[in-house]
């Protein structure tokens, strides 16, 4: 989470962190989960960030870092859960980076994600409140909460025994947890990851040293979905995947990035393409093309820039393979390709659409500058960080006006959230 904002200290608030600095372990009652997924509460009027916390506990907490507007804690021990913690259901959890979640409901989730993403934009972007007020809040969006990734990059690690383990980040540490079951992961990719560290020592004996870390896609949520590996594991295949879209079919590998959730990825697409037509359009950060396709159906040329050469490559294919001539993908980094700077003219004025999906960094300000000063008649942002999506659109609502936001629940389990943001050029 994104440190909050400075802000005077009240003498108050001094003489709270002065008596703070005296005590390590308090009793908490847990107000709300925040953007990033800690649970909030506050000591006197001091703000103090608890992980892996539940609205309505109230837990004993060991303090473990104190700054001039706030501090963190981390739970010593629950006193009294809240109405909507439960036993997190996967036994890494306690130990495991990857979810931030899961001591909470499945139901509750999203709303609770969707509440701080909002609050967030609120209080993070400097946007007009009146626009927000104005702009329609769509149902949060969910499928299944538990088997649905598609994608997952593990890390990989020979012990001083010589065995090989496979598993994720320890919580705030670069250790390992060795783990033989991740059930956030499709079916099929779960069921490699048993076999992962054997594959591996057998390469390692002939001679192919095991990677530090190692990407692993699979193209479905069924229980035999081919699952592949970059770099290549022998006895796992590496050849490309096809995901199937409403009429198109979408070619990638382990390599790319492909949208996490498989059981969203039609319902995503629809909602972030919408209805809108026109002549023009353009696709930043397009990936393998995930968009690029549907734009395909409603406008008359569209342009998609990406600048990982295996990602930019598939979407060329991807749009050879769906028959699409009057598209075309441009290999560069949008900040630039915007300015002119890749070879081409950059974002040019007049166009009738513009998408973006940029990385958790969001939009650089030279990017932010490009679309105000191109102005497309519509722009659609969709984001997979609430924080950098409120510093964005605080500066693109100064021309754009909102129109609707819709949380997808692509990543259950953990504090991640995607947002399709739908914008219009004002006047
Ligand atoms: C969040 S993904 C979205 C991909 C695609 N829109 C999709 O839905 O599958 C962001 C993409 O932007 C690409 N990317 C990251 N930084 C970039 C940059 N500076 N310029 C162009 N592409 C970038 C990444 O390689 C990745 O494919």
Redesign the pocket.
Known sequence: MPAPRKQPLSAERLENLAALAGISRLELTIEKVVQGGDGLARWRDLPIFVPRAAPGDVVEARITERRPGYARAEIEEVISPGPLRREAPCPFYARCGGCQLQHIEDDAQLGLKAAAALEALRRLGGIDPAQLARCHVGEPVADRRWGYRLRARVHVQQDEDGTTGVGFRRRRSHDLVRVDRCPVLAPALEASLPDLPRLLDEAARSGKAAPGRLSLATEGLGEDSLVVASPPVVGLPAGPLEIELPGRRLTFDAR????AHGGLLETLARSAVGDFEGETAV??????G??TVGLADRYGAVTA????SV?ARYARNNLRLNGLRHCQVER????SWVDGKAGGEGLANGLDRVLV???RVGLSWNVRRALLRAAPARLTY?S?DPATLARDLGALTRDFDLESITFFDMFPQTAHLETVVQLRRRG
């Open positions: 790319c990035f492909v949208q696709d930043l950060y397009a990936g393998v995930f968009f820039v990406e600048a990982e990602a560069a980094a949008v900040e999906d940029p990385p969709v997979c």
